[in-house]
């Protein structure tokens, strides 16, 4: 199926959601052939930079969609790349360009609990998934922020257990997450398995659910979302080696 071309929208409103979050809504006329139920898939940024200059692009998720509107949230660094830049400074009525929507990447809902992990650029996937639970369902949600006054307030099951792991330094061991999992009572039944953070931590967490837990790949989403040190791009070849030599 050929891509859609990009859109162009319009910046509809902005506002700071914790202290190192910020959500932009995007909207307009372009929205109205946007297909339906895409919350949590991903959309591309696209900043032109001049003739015979590739385009920039970056992927963010679509954390809530209305008619004619979506919700992007965007995590602010202290030293922020071209995106995060472009939306601390966005005002209404500012356009981008926005290619997508890319394929949604949900938790399976046939399990008998679930566990859901992740760093702040996995948020809003992590609050789509939470939001789509069964009311009934269990398990865990292990999410790191940078400070405690990055703690939002989500939906989710009564049953699921919320835990938020404090780090303001990104860790390039990547075991914040695996840490703290690892010290979750495991529960009955079979689990399933949703993850998405920085490469290294990715790659900590695919060992666990892979290799020592042995949960199936039906039953498992496991993805890193940036590299510290790497520009997107680099944190695409990245992935594509690891994904050549630890394929299945």
């Known amino acids: 199926m050929a891509r859609p071309e990009p859109r162009e929208l319009e910046v509809i409103r902005s506002a700071r959601i914790t202290a190192h979050m910020l ?22 940024l696209i900043f032109p930079r001049g003739e015979g200059k590739r385009a920039l692009m ?11 509107e979506i919700d992007v949230d965007f995590v602010l660094h202290d030293h922020m790349g071209p995106a995060s830049n472009w939306a601390a400074n966005a ?14 990447k949900l938790i399976n809902h ?8 992740g760093d702040m650029t996995a948020l809003p996937a992590i609050s789509v998934n939470l939001d789509r639970l069964p009311e009934d369902a ?3 949600a292990v999410i790191e922020v940078a400070s405690e006054a990055d703690i939002q307030s989500l939906e989710h099951p009564e049953n699921l257990e919320l ?6 330094r990104p860790d390039p061991d990547g075991r914040v997450l695996l840490s703290k999992i690892r010290e979750l009572p495991w529960l009955e039944g079979r689990p399933a398995v949703w993850a998405a953070c920085e490469f290294n931590g990715m790659r900590n967490l695919r060992r666990l659910f892979k290799q020592d ?3 199936p790949r039906t039953h498992r989403y496991i993805s890193s979302y940036w590299k510290i040190g790497y520009t997107e791009d680099e944190h695409k070849l990245a992935k594509q080696r690891d994904s050549r030599e630890h394929a299945s």
């Open 23 to 44: 959500r932009l809504t995007l909207g307009g006329d372009a929205l109205a052939s946007f297909p339906e139920d895409q919350e949590s898939a991903y959309i591309k």
């Open 58 to 68: 970056r992927t963010y998720t679509i954390r809530r969609q209305r008619q004619r």
């Open 91 to 104: 005002q209404p009525g500012d356009r981008i360009l926005v290619g997508g929507p890319g394929p949604r």
């Open 110 to 117: 046939c399990a008998d609990w679930y566990l859901l992990a």
């Open 138 to 140: 269990s398990g865990y």
């Open 163 to 168: 835990h938020w792991e404090i780090n303001p």
């Open 213 to 215: 837990l042995d949960i």
